[in-house]
C-alpha cells in the first residue's frame, strides 16, 4: 500500500511539472504569435522562443517517459481497486484534463504562427526574388551598353560627304 502511494505522489508531481512546462510553452508560443504580428519580424529573437520551446518540450518528453514507466506500476492497481484511490485518480485526471486543454490551445496558436511565418517567408522570398530580377536586370543593361561601343566605332558622326 505504501509504494501504491508513493507511486501516486511521483504521478502527481510528473503531472504538475508537465503542467508547469507546458504553460511555458504556452507563453512561448504566445510571444512567437507576438514577433509575427509584426511587420519586421525579429527573427533571432523567433528562433530564440524556438530553441527555448524545443528544450520544454525534451523535458516534457522525459517526464512522459518517467511518468508512462511508473504509471505501468500502478495501473493494475487502479483498475481492481479503483474505489480506494478514488480521490488520488481523480486528481490525476484533473491534472492530465488541464495539460490537454493548455495542448489545445497550443495546437490552435501554432497552427496561426504557422501561417503567419508562411506569410512572412513568402514576403521574403518574393523580396528576394524581386532583388534577384533586378540584379540581372541592371547586369544585362551595363553589359549591353559596355558592348555598344567597339574601337574601329566613332562616337561622332561625320555629316560631311
Not at 530553441?51 to 512522459?64: S, V
Not at 523580396?127 to 536586370?137: A, L, Q, V, Y
Request: aromatic share 10%; glycine share 4%; proline share 0%.
Amino acid at each position: 500500500m505504501g509504494d501504491i502511494d508513493t507511486y501516486i505522489n511521483i504521478l502527481s508531481d510528473s503531472l504538475r511539472k508537465k503542467f508547469d512546462i507546458v504553460k511555458k510553452i504556452l507563453e512561448c508560443t504566445k510571444e512567437q504569435e507576438r514577433l509575427l504580428a509584426v511587420e519586421e519580424v525579429d527573427t533571432d529573437r523567433f528562433l530564440e522562443e524556438l530553441d527555448k520551446k524545443g528544450k520544454l518540450i525534451e523535458q516534457m518528453t522525459q517526464l512522459d517517459k518517467g511518468f508512462e514507466s511508473v504509471y505501468a506500476k500502478v495501473d493494475a492497481v487502479f483498475k481492481t481497486d479503483a474505489a480506494n484511490y478514488r480521490t488520488q485518480i481523480l486528481q490525476l485526471q484533473n491534472y492530465i484534463r488541464t495539460v490537454t486543454d493548455i495542448g489545445v490551445e497550443i495546437q490552435a496558436l501554432e497552427q496561426k504562427n504557422k501561417e503567419k511565418l508562411n506569410r512572412f517567408l513568402a514576403k521574403k522570398r518574393a523580396g528576394i526574388n524581386d532583388f534577384k530580377r533586378s540584379n540581372k536586370t541592371a547586369t544585362t543593361y551595363y553589359q549591353n551598353m559596355s558592348n555598344q561601343h567597339r574601337e574601329w566605332q566613332s562616337y561622332f558622326l561625320d555629316k560631311r560627304k
